[in-house]
């Protein structure tokens, strides 16, 4: 039976004892892990900051697997570059910009805060990976009947929701929940 191995690559360890120690890093030298961490500060991303740097990504990768201080000192980082964010954030919602005061509010207070709001979404919309895809979504929905339509709205109101849908009286079924107008037989108006 042949061997697996190929004849060009054997263990050079083989019957002499441990391999040497690990060289010491020749390019992720400690002022570059300190450009590297000032970097990931002013908000750049782990990928980029390596590179700027001049070191390949996975050498950080592989100085945080095995240097536990490095990794905390990578998350502080990062936790600095976020909370600046934060804090740019919170100024922006104080000074009335209400789309930060929503974000601040639902994040900060999500029990309090969250947008109840349901916004139906298209079948279109939702299931169209391209314009065929549309198409052949809107066909199936202007198939649906009326039970059908109802039964997607709510299936998709537990999705977002996690609760149950509201009820709706006759007057107000599918038209008022966003799907496509009707008929009484089911036929789209």
Known sequence: MASKRSPG???????????????????????????????LRGGGRRH????????????AVNHMN?????RAAVEQAEMEANENVEN???????????????????????????DKRVAPVAIAQATAVSDAGAVAARARAEALTDGEWQAFID????????????EF??????????GPERDGAGEQA
Not at 66 to 70: Q, R, T
Not at 169 to 178: C, I, N, R, T
Request: hydrophobic share 30%; no cysteine; aromatic share 12%.
């Open 88 to 114: 740019a954030l919170y100024e922006a919602a104080l000074a009335g910009n209400v789309t930060a005061i929503q974000v601040w509010l639902y994040n900060r207070a999500a029990g309090l805060w969250s």
């Open 9 to 39: 690559k054997r263990n050079p360890y083989k019957g002499k004892g441990e391999p040497p120690e690990k060289r010491p890093p020749y390019k992720f030298t400690e002022e570059r892990k300190k450009a590297y961490l000032e970097l």
């Open 66 to 70: 095995n240097d536990p201080e490095f």
């Open 155 to 166: 299936a998709e109101y537990r999705y977002e929701t996690g609760g149950e849908p509201p």
């Open 169 to 178: 009286d006759d007057e107000g079924s599918a038209g008022a929940l966003g």
């Open 48 to 59: 980029a900051s390596a590179r700027a740097i001049g070191i390949s990504p996975w050498t």
